[in-house]
């Protein structure tokens, strides 16, 4: 994904699609079948579940990991009977070339036509064999003006790597590896793929000398912390801090300057999926317009689906959170697949830091 220039499109910005639930094809699901899902918490509409399952007669049920590397390591350990993961670039890539994954030719889907041209590739199933795109977004910070020292922070990683002694234990980051590792290698002018472990050292001296101002590191409840006043600053993705804004409107969502990771996540079937003709027309059915702008209005994420923003709700076109304005789209930095030599060093560094 290139780097955007203007203001983008709710559109583009739209999550994922649909179902057309297609006569006797690959892309139909069974009457009275199955469908388990596996997915972040708080990342799939419960009303998609119930107008999947009316439509289709299929039962669908959800569970939900904390991390990318906890799903990853689930598929590694056999898959636990899923038929459907949402994994994100930084893992889908290692998922294809693991042989994870089954290859259920999306491209050839009947609602692929809807997918955005920029979304019709992604790094590591360039051709879209594997998977099909579900939300896109950055991610930033979040802090609440009331809370922070002179009621604003610089748009720069500084505020939250270097942050004020007031607001020592008042922060709170991702517990994601890729984003807290990016974050410090986009502040320190270091590039997130680098092989050479005297930068690697620089970024884990950052973070350590970080870690006694941060209260937790938590992929879960990011949005009801900062609601409650919990911490006053949240490394944060971006359409978590849309459903922060809806219920504290003075919240700041910040691109730093220094760069903004955008990050792209995905519908794939694991190997071996129980309810594979399912999960194959349930993939179909979300790159549907109506049902990924659904999935957007709910999630507060961009879907890729052609003909979904006339469905968005309002304050998503109206939020710079997830409308990027024009002025930080030079700050956006798009996935890169690093060398396994880069992701040992990363592994390390986080390792030790949570230790």
Known sequence: MTTRKKRLPLALCAGVAALAIVGASAT?????????????????P???LERFE???????????????EDLLAKLQAGGAGYDVIFPGT??????VKQDLLEKIDVNQMENFANVLDAHQTIAGDEERVFSAPYMWGTTGFTYDPAMVPGGELAESWKAVF???DELKGNIAMLNEMS???????????ISKCTEDAAEAQQILDLLMAQKPHVKLYSNDGTIDRMVAGEVAVHMQWNGAAHRVKAK???VVYVYPKEGTTFWTDAMAVPKGAPNLENAKAFINWMMKP???????NYTGYSNAIKGSGEFLKEDLRGDPAVNTPEEYGERLRPYEACSEKSRDLRERVWTKLKS
Do not use: C, H, Q
């Open 162 to 164: 270097e942050p004020a």
């Open 290 to 296: 109506e049902i990924a702008a659904e999935a957007s």
């Open 90 to 95: 930084t893992t889908l890539g290692v998922m």
């Open 248 to 250: 504290k409107p003075d």
């Open 46 to 48: 419960p009303s998609l």
């Open 54 to 68: 009316k439509e289709t007669g299929t039962k669908v049920s959800i569970d939900n990991y904390a991390s990318e």
């Open 179 to 189: 984003d807290v590792w990016n974050a410090g290698a986009y502040y320190l002018g």
């Open 28 to 44: 139909t699901a069974s009457a009275d079948g199955e469908l388990r899902l596996y997915n972040w918490s708080n990342y799939f």
